[in-house]
Each structure stands twice: as C-alpha cells, then as structure tokens.
C-alpha cells in the first residue's frame, strides 16, 4: 500500500504551531508577570476581583438561560424538520441556516435597533433575546442531524410493541437524539460566555460578559491577565468537552 | 516445469497485527487455468488474492508470474487485473472511460482506445451503454462493466474478488455461465475468489479450499467433492454428515455401531478415523431386504427434486438422506451405504494436545493460566511438558465469566450423535470439544477442565 | 391539525430569526442616519454604495475588499491543507487518527475568543508583526478543521477499492490522485471551501485580535468600530441587503441544483 499517512504531516505541524502552541501560550502567560517571572497573582485576583467574579457569574447565568433557551425552542424545530410527515424539503432548514451568511454584528445591530424602534429598553431580556436569535441555528442544526439519521425503525420496533406516540418520544426518540443535544450544548454555551460585541450592542454596555473583559485587557496591554481569564475558560471548555466527550464522538461532524 | 505455470505462489505467510491471516501458502496455476480459492470468511482468501494484485506486501515468501518474482512490484506495474468485490467502478466517469480507463493510461491511440473498448463492451453484452453513468447501471450490469474494464487491458491473470457475491440468485447464476464463457473465449488465467462452494464447483478447473489461513486441500471439483481430505473440506464442500468411526482392518471400517465394507486401505488396524458420508448416497427403502441397517424417518422435506430426511438409526445416530421418494416421518426404514460411497479419512487429532509447563506438584500452567491437576512423579518445576484432555473433557458454560477463561465457539461439526465444536479461546488457542449440548458458530463460552482430566506427558525431543 | 401547528411553530421562528434583516432591508430604502425613523422611500444609498460616495469615504469599501480576499484566500489554503490533511489522517492507524482528529476538533470547539487571543500571543511571543498575513493564519487556522471534516466522509464513503482499482489499472499512485481520488472527493472540497469561505467572512473575534494597528479593517471590525463610534454608515443598509440576496440566490441555485442531480439519478 502507499504510504499516504505521511500527508497528514503538514497539518500536524501546522496545528502544533498554531493551535497547540498558541493555547500553551495563554497558560505560559497566564502564570507569568509584566517581566515574564512565574506569578500565580493573575489567577488569585481574579478570585479576589468581585467585579471579575460578578461578570464571570452573570456571563454563566445568561449562558446557561441562553442554552436553555435554545434547546426548548430548538428542539421541536429540529424534531419537526425532521419529521417526514411534517416537512418535506431540506428548503426550510437551509431557511434556519441562512441569517447566518449576513455578518453576525450587523445582524445584532439591527437587533438593537429594532428593540429601539419598539422602545424596548436594552438590558438582559434583549441580551437574551439577542442571543438566542444568534445562537438558535447552531442549536437546531446538530439535533435536526442526529434525529433525522436516527434509523426509523427503533421508533417503529417501540410502537410495535405498545408504546404510545408520546411514550415513544420520550423513550426512544429523546434518548438517541442527546448526541445531537449535547453538540448543540458545546456549541452554544462557551461562544455565549465568550461573546463580547452581543452583549455590547444589546445593552448599551449595561452588562458586560467574561468575553468583554478578556477583550478589554488584552487591549489595554494587560496581556498576562487577559491570558489568565482565558486560561479559565480554557479549563472550563476542558471539563465541559471531556464530560461530553464520553458521550458523544461523531456528533460534532454535523456542524453546518 | 515452472514454464508451464503462470503463477507460483511460494511459501507466502502473512501476520495483522500478530494474527496469521496466511501460513505457508503454496501452490501454482497454470496457464490458462480457472483457478478458486475457496473458503469460509476470514480464511485468509481475499488478502491472498490481494498480494497477488499488489496491494498487500507479503511478510514472507515469494510470487512468481512467470517465472519472475513480482512480489516487490507495486500493483500499477503488474500485468494483472482485478475484478473487485463492490466493482469499484469510477463514479464520476462513464461506462465508456471507466472501460477506457487503463487503456488511456498506456497512451494508445484514440482509435485503438475506442475499438477495443467497443469490442470488449460487445463481449459483456453492454454495447449501448458506453455514455451511461455507472450509478444508474443494475448489479449485474455493473457486473459486467468491471469485467469488461480488466480484461480490456488483455492482463496475464484475471483476479476476481467474489465478483457475484453482491447480486441476487437468478442473477448470480446467469452470470457464473458468463463468465465461463469469457474465459474461454479469452483464454486467460482466471484467479477467482469465493465463499460459495457451489459456484467453485460449477466454475473451477481447480479448487484450492482454504481455512483459517491454510490451504486445506487442492484439486479438481470432482476430487474435492468425492474425496475431501479432512472433516472440514467434507462439511464445506456439499452436504455430509460426517461420522466417528474405526477402521477395522483394510477394506473394513466401523461406524454408527455398525460394520461396513469400504475401498480404503492402508490406514493399519483398529485406528479411529471420520467418515464422510454423503446424504444422496444413503440408499433408503421400506423395506429391510439387502438392508445393511435400519432406521426411523424423523423429518422429510421436500427440496424441489429430492427429498431431504433426517433418520434415526437403530443405534442412535441421526443421519441425513436424499431420496426421490418421500418416507413418511414415523416409517421404519432400511438404509445401505455401497463401499465406494464411504470415504474414510484420517482423524486430525484424538485429543486436545495442549502445551503446558509444570508449576509444582499439583499445578500446570497452560492457555494463559494457572490449572490444578495431578502431575504424575519424575516432573519438576519447569518443565515443559504437554497437556492431553479428552474432548469430552472439557466443559463449556453459558457464562464466559464461570469459566476458567473465555472462548467462542468457532466452528461446530455434528457427528451423527453429538457436536465437535472448535473453541478459540480469548488468548487465540484452539481447543476441540465433544458436546451433546445445542451451541452456535460465536457464542461465548466459559471453558473449565476438572483436574482428573489433564493428563501430563513428556514432550517429544 | 397537528401539522398546521407545526408549520405554525416553525414559520414564527423564522419570522423572528429574520425580522432584523427584514429591518435592515426595508430601511435600506430611506436616506435617515439611523434605522428606526423613516424618512420616506430613497435609493439614494444604493447609489452612494455604487459611487463609491460613501460618508464613511474608502474605509468602508476597503474594508468589503479585505473581507472578500482574506476570505478567498483563506478558503483556497484551507481547502488545498485540510484536504492533504484529510487524506493523510485518513491513512492513519487508529489511534494516531483519533490524536489528529482531537486536535482537529480544538479550533472548532474553542470559543472564537480563545482562538483570536491564543494567536495574538503567539505572534506577540514570535514577535511576528501583526496585519494581513496574521489575519489570514489565523483564517486558515479556524477554517481548515472545518474542510478536514467535510472531506473525510467522502473518504469513508468512497470504496475503498476505487483507489486500488486505479493502481489495478495501471496507474501511478499520482495519476490515481489525479484521476481518482480528487474527482471523488471534489463534492467534500467544494463544501468544506465554501464552509471556511462562510466561516471568514463571518469571524469578527479572530480577526479584531490578529490585525495588529496597522489599521487593516474587515466588514466585521469596520462595524464593530462603526458602531462603537455611535450610528452605523447608513450604507451599510443596502449593502447588508445585497450581500442577503446574493445569498439566497446562490442558495436557490445550490438547492435546485442538488435536487435535479438526485432527481437524475433516481
């Protein structure tokens, strides 16, 4: 056989330099000083940084509201979408997808003015209708594509042997479909903690999220910081992926 | 003598992984010859016939293509073809430029290109075809597009990976003529592989039927049919019902609780051999006159031009009949089986010879643990000894857990009166077990041996 | 019933996920500075975006520039990379696959936030000055797992044994490449380059950390500056608005398309 592993040589090194060794970086930087001495200081005052532990608190809430959120309102999209009986064309799930080709801040712009139009004040409720606007698709995308490769014949072999429709949702269909909830979860949860231009425009700054103050530090040159609040990030991302991890390994695929 | 075969396969072995998949693979094809490699699946067959094509590199051995060793060959530089299992057909080129395909890259003239492709197109029966895409074309067509596309390279050996396996009956049996016919037309070498004993026994000029990577036996469909040489060939190869028995003396063999007239000589006295008997070679009659032994119908089905029974004789063992009469389930019956139907072969083994090596007094260890058992004075600490266990010694149990270890059953034989089963076990030994209990090919078996019945002896040398 | 309750569902959302840009469209059509006042029917901005007379000047035409090419240029390493890559992973032993795939995974589940910074530290460290070719490392870096990932199941999808019938035949394991190989996976490439296209031309975050100060603006970070500045380039209305039907007009054409192949074959 030819040896075409070989071809993957150039993306691993490519990847080590610009994904494995940037992300070392942020840990690097993170324990360091101003003078690049070993420091735990930027880690220690965050936690002693009620202003950094109130934005941290509030960017979970609305991030975990936001998840919700989304998969309430996403999941019987996506269970309908992939209904057969219901939707015929793959049409109506591009229809989901396509907002998101028009750039995301405009988007949000437009948001925010048109709550200004309503003259609905810019606070949380318009972060999070803000936000669910944003991240829905990405909700509704992974499950639409686990429940409409669920093999039919599981919830048929259920109804065959008694369930009800209803019984047969809950028993059969919710459970197969959590790799999709799940990949809708990653993809929702850390970008909404993350973002920080949304939650700008959507509240004339009123509430900031982590994203905004890692982004205000780097930019004021408090790199060491900045690195250590994405430093823990990272770490959260870390134990939310490997937590996942276990359950799902294709899912991601679906993305888009 | 080498000139006369196209193809010398010579001592090839080749390990996945630590597991052989080939041992010691020797044979040759002559010239022109239909040839089938024959065997269950996972025999090792198709990775011969893939490091005949080149895309598998031996890890010892050679291949000779006349009389040239071609093994260090990379597959594009082999005058060979395959017909592949799924076709393989290019998706995104017609019928016409998958055809043309090699052609093309040998740089012929177009003229050439297309004279030779329209010929061989003829040849498949797909002459309208050459600007259909090959997704809308049937099984068979696809078939015979695959063909077409080797052979129009006119290669040395035609190599074919079970090129029907994918299409239906009908279908499959129409083209088994076909191809017989182009290989005679052509008159090129044809290496075909196959799972299916009745299409080898149809196509073949020869048979070479594999197991577990080794060739079992090689020759002619007549000879492999009429006188398999072990249990494995017999149950593969048609239907039989293979039996333990003794050979008495040359030209009498008993089996069934019975004794019998055969042709076999030379196997010396009173030496337990199997006995293949195959069931349209039972004769049966209601009545008991010329009878050698009797018996009582238990089921009859009919096939469409026989009658398929399975009866109980006299002594206990059940035995599979063909007829074109029908007998009624419950009618008494007398069976005879003429000499030359009976083929005696010689018994692989007796029992379960196993390597062992002695832990003290009261232990071996063997098959990757440790086993209580007698061992008999003169054996120390160390030795390397060896195992003997009975075949019906060894015990299996529903629960891999229960068991001393683990194993799945592999492979199962009925003998007339009880199951020979094949065990692997999870550390990949083998171990043979007599049971009179229902089991199925890959069910997991606990395995335990009570220590009366390890018997220890000495290692020859 | 049950099904009209259904389509009921789905069309409210939709209306709700396009109400903004059916805001954007209608007040494309209006000359006033900010959405929301209408100030009667103009197409005066589209004939500012033509002319080039826009009142935020060069700046905001650059900027559609930059974001076209970053994103053409991007997309076309990131197709010819992440399908090499894919080929190679795809050859790999199994556990060495699953390694690259983890890693392959990381841009993709990092937030954009951590990508753009994680890489602003890394030209900082390497002291590679920041501005074009930074911006597109970057693009590439977040773009190429996505190819990786539409390529790899025309792989496993292909038969196996095209590639090995193409060598049967006579072909250098180059010319197999060439003739096999990429023609099968074109469908993947095409949907992975047209994915990193997407994904560049839509990144704010990245690219906000890797431009440096040289002043390099793409649409999303003229946007974010636009409105931080207090009112949006009225301008970008209309042009918002085309890029929308350029979209949906590419996506009618991709559907029709894709429903006419599979009607062919069936």
């Known amino acids: 056989m030819v040896k075409r592993s070989t071809w993957s040589i150039p993306y691993l090194i490519f990847m080590l330099v610009f994904v494995v060794l940037p992300l070392l970086l942020i840990v690097l930087y993170a324990f360091q000083d101003g003078s690049g001495r070993f420091t735990l200081s930027n880690i220690t005052h965050f936690f002693s940084d009620s202003d950094s532990l109130s934005t941290f608190a509030v960017s979970i809430e609305v991030a975990i509201e936001n998840t919700l959120i989304c998969i309430l309102l996403g999941y019987p999209a996506a269970w309908i979408l992939a209904n057969r009986k219901y939707n015929k064309s793959a049409v109506t799930v591009v229809l989901f997808i396509m907002p998101m080709w028009i750039n995301a801040l405009m988007r949000t712009l437009a948001t925010a003015e048109l709550f200004n139009m309503l003259g609905i004040a810019l606070g949380k409720g318009t972060l999070l209708f803000g936000m669910v606007y944003d991240f829905l698709p990405f909700m509704i995308y992974p499950i639409y594509n686990t429940l409409r490769k669920m093999d039919q014949s599981y919830a048929e072999a259920a109804e065959d042997l008694g369930a009800a429709p209803w019984t047969v949702f809950w028993k059969i269909t919710v459970p197969l479909s959590i790799p999709g909830v799940m990949s809708g979860i990653l993809m929702v949860f850390m970008p909404t903690v993350s973002t920080f231009a949304i939650s700008e425009f959507l509240t004339n700054n009123k509430i900031k999220l982590f994203g905004t103050i890692i982004q205000e530090n780097i930019n004021s040159s408090m790199w060491n910081y900045g690195a250590a609040l994405a430093f823990i990030m990272l770490v959260i991302i870390g134990i939310t992926t490997l937590f996942q991890g276990s359950e799902q390994t294709e899912a991601e695929g679906g993305v888009i | ?461 | ?266």
């Open chain 3, 1 to 266: 019933m049950k099904k009209a309750l259904a389509k009921c569902y789905i069309w409210l959302l939709l209306a709700m996920l396009y109400a903004p840009l059916l805001f954007i469209a209608v007040y494309s059509f209006t000359e006033s500075r900010v959405m929301g006042s209408w100030t009667g029917f103009s197409v005066k901005l589209y004939q500012n975006l033509f002319t080039g007379n826009v009142s935020g000047g060069a700046a905001l035409l650059s900027a559609v520039e930059n974001t076209l090419l970053i994103a053409l240029i991007a997309a076309a390493f990131s197709t010819v990379l992440g399908t090499v890559a894919a080929i190679g992973i795809f050859n790999l032993k199994e556990r060495s696959r699953r390694a690259m795939q983890f890693l392959n995974n990381i841009p993709m589940i990092n937030p954009d936030i951590i990508t753009g910074v994680s890489l602003f530290l890394l030209f900082v460290f390497l002291r590679f000055s920041q501005g074009y070719v930074t911006v597109v490392l970057a693009h590439i870096t977040f773009c190429t797992p996505y190819v990786v990932l539409s390529v790899m199941p025309k792989l496993s999808q292909m038969n196996p044994n095209i590639y090995e019938a193409a060598l049967d035949l006579g072909a250098t394991p180059g010319q197999a490449l060439r003739k096999v190989l990429i023609p099968e996976l074109r469908p993947g490439m095409i949907s992975g380059f047209m994915m990193a296209f997407t994904m560049s031309l839509d990144d704010f975050a990245v690219t906000f950390f890797t431009r440096g100060t040289v002043g390099l603006d793409t649409l999303s970070t003229y946007i974010y500056a636009d409105a931080r500045k207090g009112g949006l380039t009225p301008e970008l209305r209309p042009l918002m608005t085309l890029i929308f039907l350029l979209v949906l007009v590419l996506l009618v054409i991709i559907n029709l398309r894709g429903s006419r192949a599979k009607n062919a074959t069936e």
């Open chain 2, 1 to 461: 003598m080498t000139e006369e075969y196209i193809i010398d396969i010579q001592h090839l072995s080749k390990s996945f992984g630590g597991v052989k998949v080939l041992d010691d693979i020797n044979f040759y094809v002559r010239s022109g010859e239909f040839i089938t490699l024959l065997g269950p699946s996972g025999c090792g067959k198709t990775t011969l016939l893939r490091q005949i094509a080149g895309f598998v590199v031996p890890d010892e051995g050679r291949i000779m293509l006349e009389g040239k060793d071609i093994s260090g060959i990379p597959p594009h530089k082999r005058p060979l073809n395959t017909v592949f299992q799924r076709y393989a057909l290019f998706p995104h080129l017609d019928v016409f430029d998958n055809v043309a395909f090699g052609l093309k890259l040998q740089k012929l003239p177009a003229k050439e290109i297309e004279s030779r492709v329209k010929k061989m197109l003829k040849m498949v029966s797909m002459t309208d075809y050459e600007d259909r895409s090959v997704d809308s074309l049937s099984g068979g067509q696809q078939q015979r597009v695959a063909i077409a596309r080797a052979l129009v390279n006119y290669p040395k050996v035609l190599l074919l990976d079970e090129p029907l396996a994918a299409l239906d009956l009908k279908m499959r049996k129409d083209m088994q003529l076909e191809l017989k016919e182009i290989h005679r037309k052509m008159g090129i070498t044809f290496i075909y592989v196959t799972h299916d004993q009745e299409e080898a026994l149809t196509l073949s000029d020869t048979i070479v039927v594999m197991n577990e990577g080794r060739i079992q036996q090689i020759g002619t469909p007549t000879d492999i049919y009429n006188e398999p040489v072990n249990s494995f060939v017999a149950d593969f190869i048609g239907e039989s019902t293979i039996l333990n028995g003794t050979m008495i003396c040359d030209r009498k063999v008993e089996f069934m609780g019975h004794e019998f007239e055969c042709v076999d000589e030379g196997f010396g006295q009173n030496v337990p051999v199997d006995v293949v008997v195959r069931p349209e070679d039972v004769c049966i009659s209601s009545s008991m006159e010329g009878a050698q032994f009797s018996g009582v119908v238990e089921s009859c089905i009919f096939k469409g031009v026989h009658y398929e029974m399975f009866v109980d004789t006299d002594n206990g063992y059940e035995l599979m009949v063909q007829d074109y009469d029908s007998f009624e389930p419950g009618t008494k019956v007398g069976l005879r089986i003429n000499p030359d139907d009976i083929q005696v072969m010689r018994k692989e083994r007796t029992c379960n010879t196993i390597e062992a090596e002695v832990e003290d007094g009261e232990h071996v260890s063997m098959l990757g643990c440790s086993w209580e058992c007698r061992v008999p004075e003169g054996f120390q600490e160390g030795d390397k000894v060896l195992a003997e266990v009975a075949f019906d010694k060894v015990d299996l149990l529903d629960n891999q857990e229960d068991g001393k270890l683990g194993g799945e059953v592999h492979f199962l034989l009925y003998k007339g009166d009880h199951y020979h089963l094949t065990i692997l076990t999870d550390d990949g030994d083998h171990l043979w077990v007599d049971t009179d209990d229902i089991w199925d090919k890959g069910d997991l078996v606990g395995i335990d041996i009570l220590p009366e019945d390890i018997k220890i002896v000495r290692r020859n040398g």
